[in-house]
Each structure stands twice: as structure tokens, then as C-alpha cells.
């Protein structure tokens, strides 16, 4: 069977086809469409089938490759981990502006947000919070597979962190528990601890939000990601907890994505 072929027998999008060709061929991408005439083995064509066939069942791209870029890196993911966003690289670019010289990131999963601010802010400390055991695994992973040192611990938010830092950055759990996106695409493979932040999806942040002020040095930011029509009330819960300056600011799609506040000085 040739290449074009076996594109045209899976029973997926041909981006995604392509995609995964490339990976079980290790061919490039390119490679694969400027030789669509070229006979496949049977092992690639068996490797193939199988990759083509996890995604026809809905599997997210990202788990079968075992990898996503964000922000410039190539991170390990698998179902243990939330797959990280384009959208979220707008909470990176904001915590760049500001460069801080310590970074906590909250809910690492992967260690997408604490890695690339690190790789960008090679002098900063960072230190990376985790509640799941097997998300920490993978962030510590990419941490070594990048060569970046950021200190990653166990715990729940602001659980095993004892100190202030000039930033504090988070991408929590914003879903509402019945929310029915939860029921489709990618977000039915992936971890629901990382996804649903309770009735109103705000739980997490009201948890953020609170501990801020005792973990931000003076003129510190907070930084949180949220979901669409949410910027209002995360404002609310920013200004409650004392913080001021609030802003929110638009991902590349126009959508409110990332609210913020700053300690007085």
C-alpha cells in the first residue's frame, strides 16, 4: 500500500492522518506529501492502523503522539496530564511583561506555563505546584528533558508553599461540573480533576484568589486563566481578596481569557 493509500483508508482528518503517518513512519510531515507514491511497510502501515483507528475513537492527537508543543517546547503529555492550549500562552506572555524574578505556577499539570517562563526568564525562580502524583511525574519529565530548573512539589495549591513570589500564575479548573462540553471532543479524555472547577467552575479560584495576598510580595501579580463569560466574576473574587489594579485581557480568538490583579506596593 502507498502512502496515498493509506491516508485515504483512515477514516480521520487528513491533517491528523498526515500527522500521524509521519510519527509511525518517521518520515517529516513534508516528506510524507511530496511522495505520495511511496510503498509502505507493512510494520508502519500496522503502526498506522492502529494510531488512525485510537483517533476514529475520539483519542486527542496529542495522548497517541505523546507530545504538544506550547509556547516553543515539545512537552511529553498523556492522559495523566491536561493537554496544554494555545490560549494559554497568553498567561505566559503576560508573566513575561511583567518579569518577575519568582514565578509560582499553580496546577503545573504538565509543567507547559512553568517550564516556558522559565526558558524565557532564565535567571527567575520558579516553582511549580501540583496536586496529582501522576501529572508530576510528566512535568518532572519535561523539566529534565529541557534541561530547566524549576522546583516542582506535591500538594495541593498553596499547600507545600511557604513563600512570596513577585508573580503568581495559574491555569485551574474552570469548567462547571455540568457543563456539556465535558461530553465532547479531547475533554472526554482527559483528566476531569484538571478540568472541572465545581457547580460554577469558579472553586478553584476562590481558593487562588484567597491565598494570593499572603504569597504575593508587595506589587506582585496574580495571573489566573478562566472560561468564556467568567472575567466578571474573577475580577470579583480578585477584588475581594484585596488585590487591585484588575484587568482581564483577550486571547488571539477575542476571548476574554486571562484575569488579573496586583498586591498594593
Avoid at 94 to 110: I, K, M, Y
Avoid at 131 to 149: M, P, T, Y
Avoid at 165 to 170: H, P
Avoid at 226 to 248: F, K
Amino acid at each position: 500500500m502507498t502512502v496515498v493509500e493509506a491516508l485515504a483508508s483512515a477514516r480521520i482528518d487528513a491533517r491528523e492522518a498526515r500527522l500521524l503517518l509521519a510519527e509511525a513512519s518517521g518520515f517529516s510531515e513534508a516528506s510524507v506529501l511530496a511522495h505520495p507514491e511511496r510503498e509502505l511497510p507493512q510494520e508502519i502501515l500496522s503502526r498506522f492502523r492502529e494510531m488512525s483507528e485510537r483517533r476514529a475513537r475520539g483519542e486527542p492527537v496529542a495522548y497517541i503522539l505523546g507530545r504538544r508543543e506550547f509556547y516553543g517546547l515539545s512537552l511529553a503529555v498523556n492522559p495523566a496530564v491536561l493537554i496544554p492550549r494555545p490560549e494559554t500562552e497568553l498567561l505566559v506572555e503576560l508573566a513575561l511583561e511583567r518579569n518577575p524574578a519568582s514565578v509560582l505556577d499553580l496546577g503545573t499539570g504538565c509543567g507547559a506555563v512553568a517550564l516556558a517562563i522559565k526558558r524565557h526568564l532564565p535567571r527567575s525562580r520558579v516553582i511549580a505546584v501540583e496536586a496529582s502524583a501522576a501529572a508530576l511525574v510528566v512535568a518532572r519529565h519535561n523539566a529534565a528533558n529541557l534541561g530547566l530548573d524549576v522546583e516542582l512539589r506535591h500538594g495541593k495549591w498553596f499547600e507545600p508553599v511557604a513563600e512570596r513570589f513577585a508573580l503568581i500564575a495559574s491555569n485551574p479548573p474552570y469548567v462547571a461540573q455540568d457543563d456539556p462540553h465535558l461530553r465532547d471532543g479531547d475533554l472526554r479524555f482527559e483528566p476531569k480533576q484538571a478540568l472541572v472547577g465545581g457547580a460554577d467552575g469558579l472553586d478553584a479560584i476562590r481558593v487562588i484568589a484567597r491565598g494570593a495576598p499572603t504569597h504575593l510580595t508587595p506589587g506582585g501579580w496574580l495571573l489566573v486563566e478562566h472560561g468564556i463569560g467568567q472575567e466578571d466574576a474573577v475580577r470579583s473574587l480578585l477584588g475581594s481578596a484585596g488585590l487591585e489594579d484588575l484587568r482581564t485581557w483577550p486571547d488571539l480568538s477575542g476571548i476574554a481569557r486571562v484575569s488579573g490583579g496586583r498586591l498594593e506596593s
